[in-house]
């Protein structure tokens, strides 16, 4: 009897599958309407995260998309190419990616900010480069910081 297990022996390891990786992109959001293609949009990746074992952090605001994903290495670099080839027109541009020795996220976690006093406080409040949100101009650090600040209170962020 052949038991299959979703660990890799070492010996099979020749694509850093044991090397974690996290990615934080920024994009504008030019094609997806705010109703039910983005709706569409959100599950997809939910569910193509989920099969491919990568966490991701997602804050939408303004048009604007600032998402961190983490998983191995052969899923972030497969993940990617399929953004980029499948929604061009986001124009995805990365911030950072660096190796990591755990997830920060579990899951597929997704915040909407909008107008409201504590959703503006997360957007503005040390993390834009103005009076108004604009990922575009802030720095690495900046949007590191911002995704941190934003998931720090969800029930499935580890600590």
């Known amino acids: ?13 020749i694509n850093g599958e044991h090397i974690l990786i ?32 990568i966490a991701s952090a997602l804050v939408i605001s303004e ?5 961190s994903f983490q998983g191995t290495r052969p899923a972030i670099n497969i993940a990617l190419e399929k953004i980029l080839d499948e929604h061009s027109t986001i124009f995805p541009n990365i911030v950072n990616i660096e190796e ?10 997704v915040k909407h900010l909008t107008s409201s006093a504590e959703d503006e406080e997360y957007a503005l409040k ?30 499935s962020n580890k600590s």
């Open 126 to 155: 040390s993390f834009s480069a103005g009076s108004d949100y604009n990922p575009y101009l802030m720095t690495s650090a900046q949007i590191k910081s911002f995704l941190t600040a934003v998931f720090e209170n969800a029930d």
């Open 22 to 53: 996290n990615m934080i992109y920024i994009a504008k959001n030019v094609d997806l309407d705010s109703g039910i293609e983005l709706t569409r949009a959100l599950e997809y990746w939910r569910r193509y995260f989920e099969e491919n074992n």
């Open 63 to 67: 048009g604007y998309f600032v998402q």
């Open 100 to 109: 990591i020795e755990s997830r920060q996220w579990n899951g597929f976690l």
């Open 1 to 13: 009897m052949t038991i299959a297990t979703s660990h890799t022996p070492e010996s099979k390891k």
